[in-house]
């Protein structure tokens, strides 16, 4: 399904994390490497960074065939990122508020996954019907703090879902693992967390299924959810 990325560390450049990697979003969005649901991420993508706030751009169009977001991504520069290139789940509509990140003005927030809606309460704050933005929606109402019990719930009520989260604030970095892949990249200025990683350094760090990642000044943690 879709593949997501983020970042916290120092101030960089949207287009050095998401154009200008030899395996990053981009690429990912036609040859991803990792991917075990889905083939190519076509439909739509989004950008989300901090400034003064949350800032999005999102489409729903290939990441490809965007030249207006090629050429204004080396001048976005923040030192927190949240972006995503979308595999639709079959049903779901294809619009630019279908695409994460998702935001409740203060979290920018991706899903890379699948749920049955009818385990969601009907959220009135839903940005689209897509599953991903009722289950963000859902994620806002119960609160960040406590996203570690809210996967573990929505898990336990729909088995068959899958619930990778990506999350940040401007200063935190939340992420879970439930069905799919997550790697984490620890660099000098900062860490990205990724669905796969966007080079062949051999310091990209497999995330264990089902578990918690927090990432902020202090540090990456990593915590095992309920339910695994
Ligand atoms: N179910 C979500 C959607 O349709 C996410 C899909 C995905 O992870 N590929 O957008």
Known sequence: ????LGWLGASVTASSLVLDPPSGLLVQSYAPRRQKHGTVNADGWGVGFFDDGPRRWRSEKPLWGDSSFASVAPTLRSGCIVAAVRSATIGMPIEPSASAPFSDGSWLLSHNGVVDRAVLPAAHTAESTVDSAVLAAHIF???MDALAATIAEVGARDPGARLNILAGNGSRLLATTW???LFALQRPDGVVL???PYDDDPTWRDIPDRHLIEVSAAGLS????EGQ
């Open 222 to 225: 990593l915590t095992a959810l």
């Open 1 to 4: 399904m879709c593949r997501h």
């Open 194 to 196: 990724a669905s796969e």
């Open 141 to 143: 109402d119960r609160g």
């Open 179 to 181: 069905g799919d892949t």
